[in-house]
Structures are given as structure tokens and as C-alpha cells.
């Protein structure tokens, strides 16, 4: 009986011996769990890995090892084992140096960023939840190395090395987003990728069309969702997040909520979140020689069924720029084994009608407004997807993942002219069915060997009528957009790429890819008489294109990194070039052209970076991208005429076409520097030149120099940052006469060059509670994008409270 009150003390006294070789390990300034983070003693003869929950076993490390913090986010940090604190909690900062980050955009599978040859940016969900983007175009600009052009409130159309809209392809979760009625003008659909369920974002700059196909000459744009977690105990795990937001600049009230559930081998992810956006406000610190540039001097209204136009007593706020939106995302796994893993992932986005403001704002030669009316209806994404992943080191592949998905695009437009009394209506949906197959497979120690297939088709349905809106009745007597009688594309690829480690200093990367593209199209004959524009209402076309690139990664030592590349480049003529009848501005009109070309760019690249003591990191890229049968908006005759007759009004008429030759080069430079333990610097700057050899005229989408520089300071529940964004002059010789530079809302001598000053801090309040303060603009700067149709906000003041469960 007297050995029992022993065998309870002793018993007792193991318990907390046991405890105390637990260690958890947290984020300084959020004091958020940090997982995977490697833990080794001084020979690295042991070592533990910390799970989601930041949580690690210390048992077997002696009680004189020192322990040796290690994570590719943050900076490095070591103590003895005797010396650990009795809570048991660790505390690291991030390293704006990131050399060893990992990334999937490369070969669509994971390897680290500094193997590959290719220049690419990641923005992890840390950073964008600091940030707080109102959405996922602005989330990219803030980094300062991709430039965002904006027609209205709700759009956002990223520019990567002067190439946009249907030369740059958006990816999520390994599905291409772009599809055949992608345009070459200026695109929202960046927006309809909620930034609260990123996980990460990696941007690809320069030609990507050896691994992920047409469209990527400028790039590719990586959207990468959160993933369900599974349970680290045993026991069912529930965590999540609240997120509550306010903007000042357009009364933005944002929310969303997070949730995961974990068990051992399902997990299920829940995301949503809902954005109403008021009116903008912009700058009133304005430059007297551009007069009234930007100000929203008049708008549009309807009273006593009868338009009016009304002066506008608060020429600093955008009338007509509001709108909403709402996401969702839901995603279940199964993981029945360390080998094994199946993802089916829901995605779902939808809007409130959207205005389009920069059409809002044209006037008359009367004083009048030129539309009563100009909106894009609820802009809607939908998008299925089930992927299953294998890690079983087998005689084809070590690890493969296949991707079968689904998505449903509607794209609408809306508009009546000031004084009419006829609605018209363009009514656009896009059904698109992919396959992707993914391979990996390691050969002998040296070379590591990428390869796949993939598969998509388009299927697009156009519709239009036109409303009285005083009778209410509909007459299907408007041309559609596209055909209305079918419509459809086909991509079918399969590519192959290499890279082989000839030694710890050399790397070699080789990749190619073949392309094949079918486009099938015909109007009906009701829509060619509607139309009265005598063309061919069949239009078909097949191309097939090889691409290919050679990557060179060379480290001679003293912590330099030499990386030459080239690559080619691939965009096959998609529905909206060939087949799209648009009115682009009054009396301009643009006509199909069935023998368009596909686009081709052969690139070439250096880049040479240098770190210093670990501390700085100085990189510079240089490229030059030659495009052969660029394609541009040109006046083109038809039928031996420059202009045609619709409904009694003539048009000129434009077309797109190839031209000859053309390239782009310019300059990418960054400046990193971790200058004490909690205090970093940040740069990065881009400069960008595009000419069209063949008509000597300058191409179009090439913003000014831009960049940014931020100052940010991270210690104990704590983070702050002041930046500054940057643009240049674009001066109006240097703008494209293609229309599409949007030369009508700049100022007579072009888009002038703008800074702002802008400061972020965030504050843990408690682990579950985080604060985040934001003002943008801090000097209420009035400027306006390059090509954009709306200015962009004045001071912003950001509030918002953040919770994790």
C-alpha cells in the first residue's frame, strides 16, 4: 500500500518530463503556428519536423544539443536544449530572403524555386492577409512587380512584361482559367479568384507555353487555394478564421469565414466570403495643368422616365463605379494513405450587375452623357474539379496527379445609349471540360524528368435581343457577339521536361511541347441577315505548334546565381479574334478576320543575383522577346471598303491582324534586405519597351517604369510596413494607336507619372484576435493607371479585425 503514493509521484514526475520535450513553434508577429519547420542538432545526426500545429517531440535530442531552427520563410535560430523556455514555445521572424522556397509553377509539381531557371514571384496567404486586398488583381500590385490595369471598380486586368489579357494565363489549383472568348483588350476575370481562399499565388514571367500551353507569352498566374488539413492528433480537429474589413475609399464592408474539419484521413475546407464596394472616391491633391483629368464632373440618371444629365456636386467620388460580390469554396479530402490522396474541389463566384464606369463617363458633343446605361451583368465563375494524387515511386512515375474539371463562366453586357429607349443585351456563357495528367520520375541521381498531357474543351453559347424599356417588349433582332449557332475549341497537348544536376554548381533544364488547337464556328443565317455584313458565317481553323525551352542555372560559388534562358512562346487565334463583331468606340467597328495567324514569341533572358552575408540579396533580369505574327487591332478594308453600313450608320472598320515582326525587352530589378533581425528593406522595379518593327509604330499594353520600395518592421506580436508605389510617365508618342492604350481617358500629353505613400500595420492582440490598420494614399494623391478608364482611390483608410480559431 505504501509503494502506491511512489508509483503516483514517479508516474507524475515522467508526465512532465515528457511535456517538457514538447516545443511549439510560432510566428513572432502573429504568434500563429508554423509548420515545417525543421529542428536538428549540430551534426544533423537528428532531426524533427514540426507538424501543422507547430508542435515537435524533443525526445531524443540529449539535454546538451543545441537545436537549430530551420524554415524556408523564416530566419534561422538557435539555443541549447537546456535553454528552452519552461512555456516550451519558440518564436521566429520571417526572412525577406526566401532562397529555398518551394514552388509548383515551373512543372506544375513541387521543387525549389532556386533549381529552375525561370524568374517567379510567390505571394503566400500571410502576405496577402496583411495586405488586405479588396481583391485578387489589386493582391498581385501590391508586390510591385506586375502592373494591373482597371476600366472599372470591379475589374482588374495584370500586365506581366507587356503582355495582357489573352497573352496571360490564369491558372487555379492546376486548371487553366482562360478560355475562348478570352479578349485581347482588358480582362476582370482575376477578380472572380477570392484572395481569402489563396493559399499562395506564384507568377511565372516570360513565355510558359512549353508547360502550361497557349496564351502564356507574357506569363502565367498561379492561384493556388487552401487545401483541407487533416487532423495531427488522432481526434477531430476543427479550425478557422473571421474576417471583418472596412475601406473608407469606397465604403467597403467585407467578410468571410474559414472552416476546416479534420479527421486521420478526411478533411473538409468551407471558405466564404461576401465584398459590398461603394462608389469610389479618388485623390483631391490634383495637378492644375490637367484641369478637371479624372473628375467625375457629371453623371447619368433617369427621372420621370426621361435621362438627365446631372452635375455632380462631389466630383471626387466615381458615380456609377459600385458593385458586389460574394465566393465560395468548398473542398473535401481523402487521404487513405501516405501514397494516396483524392481533392474534389467547388468553387463558385458571382457579382452584383458591375458598371462599366469608363464607358460611363464618355459625353457628347452636346455635353451630354453617351450612355444611359453600360453595365456588366453579375459576372459568375463556377468551377468542379476532382484530383487524385500517387506517390508510389514506381517504374513510370514517382509521384502523378491527374485533374478532371469542369467550369462555367457567364460573361453578359448591358447597355442603352442616353436617350434611347432600347436595351440592348449580349449574353455570353462558356462550358469548359479539361483533363490533366501529370507525371514525375527521378532517373539515376542527376536528372529529374517532368511530363504530361492535357486536354480542354470549349463550348460557348452567345445570345442578344434588345429591350424597350418603356413597353417591355424583347426583339431578337441584335447581332450576338459570337456565333450563335455553335461555337466551340479544342487545346490537346502533351509536353516533356528535364532537368538534369550535372553538378552542385550546374543545371541544365530542357523542355518541350506539342499543341494542337481546333476552332469550329458558324452563324445562323437569322443573325447574317441581322448583321447585313456579307462574310463567311462558317469559320474554322486548326493549328499545331512546337514549343520548346533551354534553361542554364549556374552557382560558381560566393553565393552568386547565374540563370540564362530561352523559351517560345505560343497563342493560337481564339473565338473573340476570329469570329467577334464589336463595337469598340463611337463609329469604329470590329470585324472578324478568319485569317488570323497564330502568335509565336522567342524569348531569351539573363538574370544574376548576388547575396550578401546572407543579409542582401541583389537580383537583376534582362529579356528580350521577339514576336513573330504579333497580333494587333488594325484598320482593315473590307470588301475593298474602309468603312461599312449598319442600321444606317457607317463604321470604320478594324480587324485583328498579324503583323510582321515586333518585340518586347526590358529590365527587372529587385533589392532585398533583411538589415537586422526585425527591420527589412524591399525593392523592386520594371521597365518595359514594346515596338511593332513592321508598321514603326509603338505596341500596345506596355506600361511605364513601375515599382515599389517598403520598410518593414516585424517583432513580438507586431508587424509593420510603409511603402511607396511608383509609376512613370507614359508619354502619348509612346501610346498605341490600337485603341486599346485607351488614349481617350488620359490627359492630352499622355498618363502622368504618380507615387503614393502608403502604411500597413497589423497587432495580435491575444493568439485568436488580430487587428490590421491600413491607409493607403496618405497624401490623397489624384492619379490614374496608365490605360485605365477610372482613377484610382484617394486616401484609404483600412480597418479589420481578424480571428482564428
Not at 59 to 76: E, I, K, M, R, Y
Not at 337 to 356: F, G, T
Not at 501 to 507: A, D, F, G, T
Not at 522 to 529: G, Q, R
Request: proline share 4%; hydrophobic share 35%; with cysteine.
Amino acid at each position: 500500500m505504501k509503494i502506491t503514493p511512489i508509483i503516483s509521484a514517479l508516474l507524475i514526475f515522467y508526465a512532465l518530463t515528457l511535456q517538457g520535450q514538447q516545443v511549439k513553434v510560432l510566428d513572432k508577429s502573429d504568434l500563429q503556428p508554423i509548420g515545417q519547420v525543421s529542428i536538428s542538432n549540430t551534426g544533423k545526426t537528428l532531426m524533427v519536423v514540426t507538424n501543422t500545429n507547430g508542435a515537435a517531440d524533443l525526445t531524443g535530442f540529449a539535454a546538451t544539443d543545441s537545436l537549430f531552427f530551420n524554415h524556408v520563410a523564416f530566419q534561422p535560430f538557435r539555443l541549447s536544449k537546456s535553454g528552452l523556455p519552461s512555456s516550451g514555445v519558440i518564436y521566429l521572424t520571417e526572412n525577406v530572403i526566401k532562397l529555398d522556397e518551394f514552388v509548383i509553377t515551373g512543372n506544375r509539381t513541387e521543387e525549389k524555386r532556386s533549381d529552375l531557371p525561370n524568374k517567379i514571384e510567390v505571394i503566400q496567404a500571410k502576405d496577402i492577409a496583411f495586405q488586405n486586398p479588396q481583391n485578387s488583381a489589386i493582391m498581385l500590385e501590391q508586390g510591385g512587380n506586375v502592373f494591373v490595369q482597371t476600366s472599372q471598380l470591379g475589374g482588374g486586368s495584370p500586365v506581366l512584361r507587356g503582355f495582357e489579357a489573352n497573352k496571360v494565363l490564369l491558372v487555379v489549383d492546376g486548371i487553366r482559367m482562360n478560355n475562348a472568348i478570352y479578349r485581347a483588350g482588358h480582362l476582370q476575370n482575376a477578380i472572380t479568384v477570392d484572395p481569402f481562399s489563396l493559399a499562395s499565388t506564384e507568377i511565372l514571367y516570360g513565355p510558359g507555353s512549353t508547360i502550361y500551353g497557349s496564351d502564356a507569352l507574357g506569363g502565367v498566374v498561379n492561384f493556388i487555394t487552401k487545401d483541407p488539413a487533416l487532423s495531427t492528433t488522432g481526434k477531430t480537429e476543427v479550425h478557422g478564421s473571421l474576417l471583418g474589413r472596412f475601406s473608407s475609399a469606397n465604403t467597403e464592408k467585407t467578410g468571410g469565414i474559414n472552416l476546416n474539419l479534420g479527421w486521420n484521413k478526411l478533411a473538409v475546407l468551407l471558405n466564404f466570403s461576401y465584398g459590398d464596394f461603394g462608389d469610389l472616391r479618388e485623390g483631391k491633391v490634383c495637378n492644375p495643368a490637367y484641369g478637371d483629368f479624372g473628375k467625375r464632373l457629371f453623371y447619368q440618371d433617369r427621372i420621370d422616365n426621361k435621362d438627365v444629365t446631372v452635375s455632380n456636386d462631389k466630383p471626387w467620388i466615381q458615380k456609377g463605379s459600385a458593385y458586389s460580390q460574394y465566393n465560395f469554396l468548398g473542398k473535401v479530402l481523402f487521404q487513405p494513405s501516405v501514397h494516396s490522396k483524392y481533392i474534389l474541389n467547388v468553387q463558385y463566384s458571382n457579382s452584383s450587375d458591375v458598371p462599366r464606369y469608363d464607358r460611363l463617363t464618355e459625353m457628347k458633343n452636346d455635353s451630354t452623357m453617351s450612355y444611359a446605361e453600360w453595365y456588366y451583368g453579375p459576372q459568375s465563375r463556377f468551377l468542379g474539379s476532382l484530383k487524385a494524387e500517387y506517390n508510389i515511386n514506381g517504374v513510370i512515375f514517382d509521384h502523378a496527379s491527374f485533374i478532371v474539371g469542369y467550369q462555367n463562366v457567364k460573361e453578359d453586357r448591358i447597355q442603352r445609349s442616353f436617350g434611347s429607349t432600347t436595351k440592348k443585351y449580349n449574353l455570353e456563357t462558356v462550358g469548359v471540360f479539361s483533363v490533366n495528367a501529370d507525371f514525375d520520375k527521378k532517373i539515376a541521381s542527376r536528372d529529374q524528368l517532368y511530363y504530361g498531357l492535357e486536354m480542354d474543351y470549349n463550348k460557348v453559347g452567345s445570345d442578344a435581343y434588345n429591350e424597350n424599356i418603356n413597353t417591355g417588349i424583347i426583339k431578337y433582332d441584335r447581332a450576338t457577339r459570337f456565333p450563335d449557332q455553335k461555337a466551340n475549341m479544342m487545346y490537346l497537348s502533351a509536353f516533356l521536361s528535364n532537368n538534369w544536376k550535372i553538378s552542385k554548381e550546374l543545371e541544365f533544364s530542357q523542355g518541350i511541347r506539342f499543341n494542337y488547337v481546333t476552332l469550329n464556328a458558324a452563324y445562323s443565317d437569322t443573325m447574317v441577315k441581322i448583321m447585313s455584313i456579307p462574310f463567311d458565317p462558317n469559320i474554322s481553323q486548326k493549328n499545331a505548334a512546337l514549343n520548346g525551352y533551354l534553361g542554364l542555372v549556374a552557382r560558381p560559388g560566393h553565393d552568386w546565381k547565374f540563370s540564362l534562358l530561352g523559351s517560345t512562346g505560343f497563342r493560337a487565334p481564339n473565338l473573340d479574334d476570329l469570329t467577334k463583331l464589336n463595337v469598340v468606340e463611337a463609329h469604329t467597328i470590329v470585324v472578324p478576320n478568319p485569317d488570323l495567324k497564330p502568335e509565336n514569341s522567342y524569348n531569351v533572358e539573363l538574370s544574376v543575383a548576388k547575396t550578401i552575408l546572407g543579409k542582401v540579396r541583389l537580383e537583376g533580369t534582362g529579356f528580350y522577346n521577339w514576336l513573330k505574327n504579333a497580333q494587333v487591332i488594325h484598320p482593315l478594308a473590307y470588301n475593298g471598303k474602309d468603312s461599312i453600313s449598319i442600321d444606317g450608320v457607317m463604321y470604320q472598320t478594324l480587324a485583328p491582324v498579324n503583323t510582321g515582326n515586333a518585340f518586347i525587352c526590358g529590365l527587372q530589378g529587385s533589392i532585398l534586405a533583411q538589415v537586422t533581425h526585425s527591420f527589412s528593406i524591399l525593392s523592386n522595379l520594371t521597365y518595359t519597351y514594346g515596338y511593332d518593327v513592321t508598321s514603326s509604330l509603338p505596341l500596345d499594353h506596355i506600361p511605364p517604369v513601375f515599382g515599389m520600395t517598403s520598410f518593414r518592421l516585424e517583432v513580438k506580436k507586431f508587424k509593420g510596413d510603409f511603402y511607396v508605389m511608383y509609376n512613370g510617365w507614359k508619354r502619348i508618342s509612346q501610346f498605341s494607336n490600337s485603341g486599346e492604350d485607351n488614349e481617350q481617358y488620359a490627359t492630352p500629353y499622355g498618363m502622368p507619372s504618380w507615387y503614393t505613400l502608403n502604411l500597413k500595420l497589423s497587432y495580435q492582440i491575444v493568439k485568436y484576435l488580430n487587428v490590421e490598420l491600413g491607409m493607403e494614399n496618405i497624401l490623397d494623391e489624384n492619379y490614374r493607371k496608365f490605360a485605365s478608364g477610372i482613377s484610382s482611390p484617394g486616401r484609404n483608410v483600412i480597418v479589420a479585425l481578424r480571428a482564428n480559431l
